[in-house]
C-alpha cells in the first residue's frame, strides 16, 4: 500500500526527472519540430523560400535577407550525398551539414571544405565500414538524421541578386550512394507564403516531440543515463508514449520550469562579448569548444544545459564560428533595462564593419524569438536600400512604435509586440571582430521622443 506521502515523492521524483529531460532534450527537440513542420517528416528533399523572408516563417531567429535552403536526410538506408554546386559571380552559399544534436559535421560553401568550388559530401550512418569510393568529402555521423542549412548570400538587395541566389540553390543535389551513378531529380518545395512555426511549445507537445526524436537513433554513450531518466517519465524506445491526464499536469509544468530556468540563463549567464556593452553571444566557451569535436573528449563536462539556451532560441551549428558567420545578441538598452516596444531607441554602429559580405541587425519578438507578428520590416542592414549614413561612417538604426520621419530606411518597427531582442549579424566575418579590435555599441532610449503608452513591461517565462 503506498501512503499519499509516498504519492507525492513519486510526482515530485518525475517533475525532476521531466526538467532535466527537457534540457537535456531541447536540441533534438528544435531539430524534430523543424523537420516535421518544415519537411513534413520528408527525408532528402530541400524546401526553401523564394522570397525574402517575411513574419509567416515563424521559425527561431530566422535571417530575413539571405535565401534559405533546408533539407533532412535519413541514413537508415545508407549514405547520402549532398552535391554542393560551385559559385559563379555574384553567387556565395554559406552552410552546414549537422546531426539530429545540432552538432556541425561540416561547414559548406564559400567559407567550408569546398570554400565556394563545389564538392561532394557524403553523409555516413553511425559505424559505417564499408567501403567509400573516391572524390567525396565523407562526414561520418552519430545519428541516422541529420540535415543541411544552406544559405544563398545576396550581394546586394536586388532582384538580379535574389534570382542569382535561387539558381544557385537550383543545382544543389541531394541522392543516396546508392544512385550516385545516376541520380534521381532532387525535390524542392517552395514555402513562399506559408505559415511555419517551429517555436519551441512548453507543453506536452515538447516530450512528444522528444519521445519521437528518439526512438530510432542510437543511445550515446554520453547519454546513456538519460535512457532511465527519460524512462521514468514515459518515453522509451519502441514503447508508445501516452501519458493520463495527472501525468500530463506533472510533465506541463516540468517544461514550464525548464524553460524558466533556460530563459533565466539566457538573460543572466553570459558576460558581455565587447567591454561595457550588453552584447553577447549565447553560449559560453566549453560548450563552443565541446560542440565542434562533437562532445567526445572524454577529460570534458558535458554542457548540454548550454546547449539548452542555445537551441531554445536558435537552429544550426557552425563548425568554424566566427569565419564565415558571427552572431551576437542583445536584450537591454545602455542603462541596462529590458528593451520596451513602446519605447523609442537609437543604436549607433561604428564605422567600417569588418565584414566581407555584409552586416545586419534583427528585431524579433523578445518572447518568441521569432518575428514580430504583422510586421513588414525585420531587419536594416548594409544591403538596405536607401540606408542613410552619417558622414563620419557611422550608421544610426532606430527601433520603436512609429518610424521617424526621413529616417524610414533606418528604422524598425516594434509593431504587436511587448518586448523584443536585437542579434547582429557577421556575414565573412573580419579577424578585427573576433580579436574585439573593433566594437558595436549599445541602443539608447531617446527620452524626447513621444512614445506610446506601455502595454505592460516585457517579463521573463
Known amino acids: 500500500m503506498t501512503t499519499d506521502s509516498g504519492i507525492d515523492i513519486i510526482s515530485r521524483g518525475i517533475h525532476r526527472r521531466a526538467v532535466e529531460s527537457a534540457v537535456w532534450g531541447m536540441a533534438a527537440v528544435n531539430f524534430e519540430l523543424m523537420r516535421e513542420v518544415l519537411a513534413g517528416g520528408n527525408s532528402n528533399e530541400f524546401v526553401y523560400w523564394s522570397r525574402l523572408l517575411d513574419w509567416r516563417n515563424q521559425t527561431l531567429t530566422p535571417n530575413p535577407d539571405l535565401i534559405y535552403y533546408i533539407a533532412f536526410f535519413d541514413t537508415h538506408d545508407g549514405p ?4 554542393i554546386p560551385a559559385e559563379h559571380e555574384g553567387q556565395a552559399l554559406n552552410g552546414s551539414i549537422c546531426n539530429l544534436w545540432q552538432i556541425p ?3 559548406v560553401g564559400h567559407f567550408g571544405v569546398d570554400q565556394g568550388r563545389g564538392g561532394k559530401y557524403l553523409i555516413l550512418p553511425p559505424d559505417w565500414d564499408n567501403p ?3 572524390g567525396y568529402i565523407t562526414l561520418p555521423s552519430e545519428t541516422y538524421r541529420t540535415y543541411a542549412l544552406l544559405r544563398s548570400v545576396l550581394d546586394e538587395r536586388t532582384q538580379d541578386a ?9 543545382r544543389i543535389r541531394v541522392y543516396p550512394l546508392t544512385q550516385a551513378d545516376n541520380p534521381p531529380e532532387t525535390r524542392a518545395r517552395d514555402l513562399n507564403g506559408e505559415i511555419v512555426d517551429t517555436t519551441i511549445p512548453y507543453d506536452i507537445r515538447y516530450f512528444e516531440l522528444l519521445h519521437r526524436a528518439i526512438q530510432d537513433e542510437p543511445w550515446l554513450a554520453r547519454d546513456r543515463a538519460f535512457a532511465e531518466m527519460l524512462a521514468g517519465i514515459g518515453i522509451e524506445k519502441g514503447k508508445t508514449f501516452d501519458p493520463d491526464p495527472g501525468h500530463v499536469k506533472i510533465l506541463e509544468d516540468a517544461v514550464a520550469e525548464a524553460h524558466t530556468w533556460i530563459r533565466a540563463s539566457y538573460e543572466q ?3 558581455p562579448f565587447f567591454a561595457g556593452t550588453q552584447w553577447f553571444f549565447p553560449a559560453n566557451q566549453d560548450f563552443l569548444e565541446a560542440q565542434r569535436d562533437g562532445f567526445t573528449a572524454h577529460d570534458q563536462v558535458y554542457p548540454y544545459t548550454s546547449r539548452a539556451v542555445v537551441y531554445h532560441m ?4 557552425l563548425k568554424h564560428l566566427g569565419v564565415g558567420q558571427f552572431y551576437l545578441i542583445n536584450l537591454r538598452d545602455k542603462d541596462r533595462s529590458f528593451f520596451n516596444s513602446a519605447n523609442t531607441y537609437r543604436m549607433p554602429v561604428p564605422a567600417d564593419v569588418p565584414v566581407s559580405q555584409y552586416w545586419s541587425v534583427t528585431m524579433y519578438d523578445a518572447q518568441t524569438h521569432g518575428f514580430i507578428r504583422g510586421n513588414t520590416k525585420y531587419s536594416v542592414s548594409s544591403q538596405t536600400p536607401g540606408l542613410i549614413t552619417n558622414d563620419d561612417g557611422t550608421v544610426d538604426i532606430y527601433f520603436g512604435p512609429h518610424a521617424l520621419p526621413g529616417r524610414e530606411a533606418n528604422f524598425i518597427e516594434t509593431g504587436d509586440s511587448q518586448g523584443f531582442e536585437l542579434m547582429f549579424r557577421f556575414y565573412g566575418v573580419g579577424p578585427e571582430v573576433m580579436a574585439k579590435q573593433w566594437s558595436l555599441r549599445d541602443a539608447e532610449r ?3 521622443t513621444p512614445t506610446a503608452q506601455p502595454k505592460s513591461l516585457p517579463q521573463s517565462t
Open 132 to 134: 567509400i569510393p573516391d
Open 162 to 170: 535574389l534570382d542569382r541566389g535561387l539558381e544557385l540553390c537550383r
Open 269 to 271: 549567464s553570459f558576460e
Open 105 to 107: 559535421l561540416e561547414d
Open 80 to 83: 547520402v550525398v549532398v552535391e
Open 314 to 317: 536558435a537552429f544550426i551549428g
Open 446 to 448: 531617446l527620452e524626447d
